[in-house]
């Protein structure tokens, strides 16, 4: 059921110059600041051979990051996403081991124009998960 891991994140004040350093110091490929404010975050992906680094900044009041970056003013690692082949069967699995699913459990369209969850960070490590249909 688990498939590849599709991105770190990274929320950061500046997605932008977060990103650079990668270019700079270690020649990775970077995308232009894409806002998608239906997610009230702006994304600067970093591309690797075998993932991405998706650094995220607050886009809009009400953004999702914005809290976390109250708690972490130097920004962080936010989530980590996991592919997988069929998103709703995952969570109907996920939902009947105890997982919690975040929102009202339907996956939306994420970042890369794919469904996405969010799972709950307590049931995992203390680490926020997405899960995105392959
Ligand atoms: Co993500």
Redo the contacts with the bound molecule.
């Keep these: 059921m688990l498939g590849r891991l599709n991105?770190v994140?990274i929320a950061a004040k500046d997605a932008e110059k977060s990103a650079k350093i990668y270019a700079t110091a270690f020649g990775a490929e970077i995308s232009a600041a894409v806002p998608l404010p239906e997610h009230g975050v702006i994304t600067v992906f970093v591309t690797l051979p075998n993932t991405k680094i998706?650094f995220i900044q607050p886009l809009g009041e009400t953004s999702p990051i914005a809290k976390f970056l109250e708690r972490n003013p130097d920004g962080g690692i936010h989530?980590i996403?996991y592919e997988v082949p069929d998103i709703v069967a995952a969570r109907d699995t996920l939902i009947g081991e105890g997982a919690r699913v975040l929102g009202d459990g339907k996956p939306r369209i994420?970042?890369h124009g794919k469904p996405v969850l969010f799972l709950h960070p307590k049931d995992f490590s203390g680490a926020l998960v997405?899960i995105e249909q392959a």
């Design positions: 991105h994140a998706e989530h996403c994420g970042a997405e």
